[in-house]
T-cell receptor, first 116, second 110 residues
Framework: NSKVIQTPRYLVKGQGQKAKMRCIPE?????VFWYQQNKNNEFKFLIN????????QIDMTEKRFSAECPSNSPCSLEIQSSEAGDSALYLC??????????????FGPGTRLTVL | QQKVQQSPESLIVPEGGMASLNCTSS?????YFWWYRQHSGKSPKMLM?????GEKEEGRFTVHLNKASLHTSLHIRDSQPSDSALYLC??????????FGDGTQLVVKP
């Protein structure tokens, strides 16, 4: 069973408010991913880290989202100014690394964000 | 630009039937594929992975990979209602970039 911890499980914000969610990856997993899954189950990659460094991110993440994975602290994903279209399940996943032998991702239970 | 395309979007099969799901990448640098399964209300879990041309079987599940066409398929024989889930295909390229498709929603009817 996955040991990725995500908090909070549910988050309700008004439009324009900040929304912050956290993720503790599995122990020994230096690679962390954030995904957004909308109500149609469409799965969108947002950003990933290896240790504290950003590996890749999409444009949307660069502009309205901020994320970090500081050492010895939970990773976080924050939406600076929430929009109705941001309502979704935000999934965090971690892996032992990248490449064929390490890249299986283990997912947390997700944070369900509702923007009113 | 969607790097991984899955088909069909949804699939209904009778209990005991065969379910066949497809996944193709448009990134010529893709090396590896994974299949994840997500039951309703749960988070995705890795089901099977395939890295070499050919076929891999685990119980009722078989995965095929054709690297030349960057196509993988997942086949579930003797489908059970508990197999009903969203099946996600993921691909990793030589730059260690990982892409997920939008998934195939499988419903197995008793």
């Amino acid at each position: 069973n996955s040991k990725v911890i995500q908090t909070p499980r549910y988050l309700v914000k008004g439009q324009g408010q900040k929304a912050k969610m956290r993720c503790i990856p599995e122990k020994g997993h230096p690679v962390v991913f954030w995904y957004q899954q909308n109500k149609n189950n469409e799965f969108k990659f947002l950003i990933n880290f290896q240790n504290q460094e950003v590996l890749q991110q999409i444009d949307m993440t660069e502009k309205r989202f901020s994320a970090e994975c500081p050492s010895n602290s939970p990773c976080s994903l924050e939406i600076q100014s929430s929009e109705a279209g941001d309502s979704a399940l935000y999934l965090c996943a971690s892996s032992r690394g990248l490449g064929v032998n390490y890249a299986e991702q283990f997912f947390g239970p997700g944070t369900r964000l509702t923007v009113l | 630009q969607q790097k991984v395309q899955q088909s069909p979007e949804s699939l209904i099969v009778p209990e005991g039937g065969m379910a066949s799901l497809n996944c193709t990448s448009s990134d010529r640098n893709v090396d590896y594929f994974w299949w994840y399964r997500q039951h309703s209300g749960k988070s995705p879990k890795m089901l099977m992975s395939i890295f070499s041309n050919g076929e891999k079987e685990e119980g009722r599940f078989t995965v095929h990979l054709n690297k030349a066409s960057l196509h993988t398929s997942l086949h579930i024989r003797d489908s059970q209602p508990s197999d009903s889930a969203l099946y996600l295909c993921a691909a990793e390229n030589s730059n260690n970039r990982i892409f997920f498709g939008d998934g195939t929603q499988l419903v197995v009817k008793p």
